[in-house]
């Protein structure tokens, strides 16, 4: 993808592009355990006025019921991105029993490991996905199938794609959607290299005595990321797809696909996935043709010390990496780097959480070094200094960064009591705050926050706007104003149903 780019730069400088630059999209999906307050997995069947599942886009469940997945929709910026999942977030405990609650690590807690695997084999209600789950159960295990994680959608601006292919690779590529299609294989490219990076800042999986797994006996425990490493959530050696071109990488996705290897493109496990907005999954010739429009990101454990998993701060910096990476080449010896980033992130995954070898600060800092000034040549907001700064700290400083913060929270070789009370403590405050969605009280009226969490539990789709909420199911759409007052005698969601009389065939029998 060879270009001009100092030519580029100058581009990316001028008012209305470099507006565009700082417009990334992000969504979020977060995967967390319904435990209870002894460390047991939840028993409690899946809350009934979510049973929307499935129709709901933003809460659902997962592999097992006690499993439950957040998904927020597309919005500019890491602080929306976050606000969302707050919401989120605050619904689901809102609907927990008292003795329920979320757990805030990738890892379960030891006593579900010890009790309630066999349980959790078949606490599964999804009858329309029963095939998908008895196949990923019976190939990979139940111990990577319920692993909690985030992911990171990412999508650039889509005008500031088309003023860039416009105007530097019109003459390189076929069309638009083919370029757009190469840079974000570029861009997931450059993730793979520094992905050893992420792990080392992020990891946050240190330690699973009591998981029965693969785990060889020799490795010594804590280490930074057992669900980052090539013990986690990974596929099997002989079918894994490799980033080394584009070409290959499609080529290899449809092949598994074609051969019945994996059931869909959902089954690639690979730390960053390309993927298309509302497409069939099975599709990807579909995909490519109509474009990839973002990026899937899967090497986040959650975040144990930030309230839904994933913070900020780590959002900004992975759109830092992202957004310099559009205007740096790939190394030329490429295929050599990449077979060398997989096993340096493996060796990051299983290190010691507070080692850190001299090539790791040296490169960081290299990168750091290369990110600052990206942030000065394209006086980029102070939400991404303050990051690369948080970085800077934890790269300097081992102990800092999350894996280093968790080892010494260790009691007894497990992270149960710290784990159970970050998880009591959310609970408390989730469900002692004034206002029905706190994420959004600084702009909607509180009748209109019960109106928007009455949408999200029965499968309405939400669009937050400035001064009103639009609602909406296919091409039905209602807006209601921002500080609207209603009458609600009959609840909130009697008003949803009102309106929208259509999901009430989305909800379960």
């Known amino acids: 993808m060879g270009t001009d780019y100092d030519q580029l730069k100058v581009a990316l400088k001028e008012p209305s ?32 006025n979510l049973r929307s599942r499935q129709y709901n886009i933003y809460l659902n469940s997962g592999y097992t019921d006690d499993m439950m997945d957040f998904e927020t929709g597309p919005v500019v910026g890491a602080k929306n991105a976050v606000r969302q999942l ?13 003795d329920e609650r979320l757990w805030p690590l990738s890892m379960a807690p030891g006593p579900t490991y010890q009790h309630d695997l066999e349980y959790l084999q078949t606490a599964f209600t999804k009858k329309w996905d029963q095939e998908t789950h008895d196949y990923l159960g019976k190939k990979y295990g139940i111990v990577q199938e319920i692993l909690g994680d985030v992911h990171v959608n990412f999508s650039l601006d889509g005008e500031l794609i088309n003023e860039i292919y416009h105007r530097f690779y019109a003459d390189r590529y076929p069309n638009r959607i083919d370029f757009q299609n190469h840079l974000y294989f570029k861009l ?14 992020y990891g946050a999986s240190p330690v699973s005595e009591d998981m029965p797994h693969s785990i060889p006996e020799d490795l010594e425990l804590p280490v930074r990321s057992l669900r980052c490493s090539d013990y986690g959530d990974d596929n099997f050696t002989n079918e894994q797809v490799t980033y080394t071109s584009y070409d290959q990488y499609f080529a290899e996705l449809k092949h598994f696909m074609d051969n019945g290897t994996y059931y869909s493109m959902k089954e690639f496990f690979g730390p960053v996935r390309l993927r298309r907005h509302n497409h069939d999954m099975h599709d990807i010739d579909g995909a490519l043709h109509k474009g990839i429009d973002y990026l899937e990101f899967r090497n986040f454990d959650l975040d144990p010390l930030s309230r839904t998993g994933i913070s900020d701060d780590t959002i900004n910096f992975l759109e830092l990496m992202l957004l310099n990476s559009i205007l740096s080449p790939l190394p030329d010896n490429l295929e050599e780097r990449l077979a060398e980033a ?14 850190q070898l001299p090539w790791m600060h040296e490169e960081a800092m290299q990168l750091i070094a290369e990110l ?3 942030i000065v040549e394209f006086n980029a907001p102070r939400e991404y200094q303050l990051a690369l700064k948080f970085v800077q700290r934890r790269v300097d400083d081992p102990s800092l960064t999350l894996s280093g913060q968790l080892a010494d929270q260790l009691e007894n070789g497990d992270l149960l009591s710290f784990g159970l009370k970050i998880a009591n403590d959310r609970y408390t405050k989730n469900i002692n705050f004034q206002h029905p969605l706190q994420a959004i009280s600084d702009v909607y ?15 309405v789709q939400i669009d937050l706007q400035p ?3 639009v609602l909406y199911v296919g091409d039905h759409q209602e807006s209601y104003n921002a500080q609207a007052a209603f009458d609600f005698s009959k609840g909130a969601r009697d008003v949803i149903l009102s309106d929208f009389p259509e999901v009430q065939d989305f909800q379960e029998k």
């Open 17 to 48: 592009l470099n507006a565009k630059l700082f417009s990334s999209q992000f969504g979020l999906e977060a995967k967390k355990h319904r435990i209870l307050t002894n460390g047991r997995a939840s028993r409690y069947p899946y809350p009934e």
């Open 86 to 98: 707050k919401m989120l977030e605050q619904i689901v405990i809102s609907h927990l029993r008292s």
């Open 188 to 201: 997931a490219q450059k993730f793979y290299l520094y992905q050893w990076l992420f792990t080392y800042l």
């Open 342 to 355: 997989k096993k340096r992130n493996n060796g990051v995954a299983l290190q010691k959480p507070k080692e």
């Open 372 to 374: 600052q000034n990206f």
């Open 445 to 459: 009226s509180d009748d209109v926050q019960q109106l928007v969490k009455a949408a999200i539990e029965l499968g």
């Open 467 to 469: 001064t009103q909420v």
